[in-house]
């Protein structure tokens, strides 16, 4: 599966972003899907994580409460909703996916991602 990321950007402090990331091929709703991000100077982190289905889904603490997950398995496609956007959240964020045709849970840890996208620059200003 390829996947390419969308929507980031340039947002001040407070605002809003909403990343979106469309995979190529028929059979997306088999897998599980992840958005990470990486710092300057950070290693690459969980942001977020959804089950095949869309039914579970995951957030690092950092973002809870913030940030929402969602995707559509008809469009092929994964977004991030991103609110009450902080400094600290600037990053590269990468959209991933791996096979996992019937999980209940999405994976928090890079590695056990198979597919990776090329990531979108989010910058939030002070």
């Known amino acids: 599966v390829q996947l390419v990321e969308s929507g980031g950007g340039l947002v001040q402090a407070g605002g809003s972003l909403r990343l979106s990331c469309a995979a190529s091929?028929?059979?997306?709703?088999?897998?599980?899907m992840g958005w990470f991000r990486r710092a300057p100077g950070k290693e690459r982190e969980f942001v977020a994580g959804?089950?095949?289905?869309?039914?579970?889904?995951y957030y690092a603490d950092s973002v809870k409460g913030r940030f929402t997950i969602s995707r559509d398995n008809a469009k092929n496609t994964v977004w991030l909703q991103m609110s009450s956007l902080k400094p600290e959240d600037t990053a590269v964020y990468y959209c991933?996916?791996?096979?996992?045709?019937?999980?209940?849970?999405?994976?928090?840890?890079?590695?056990?991602?198979?597919?990776w996208g090329q990531g979108t620059q989010v910058t939030v200003s002070s």
């Open positions: 991933a996916a791996y096979w996992d045709p019937s999980g209940r849970y999405a994976r928090r840890v890079p590695h056990e991602y198979d597919y």
């Open positions: 091929g028929r059979t997306f709703s088999s897998y599980a």
């Open positions: 959804i089950n095949w289905s869309g039914g579970s889904t």
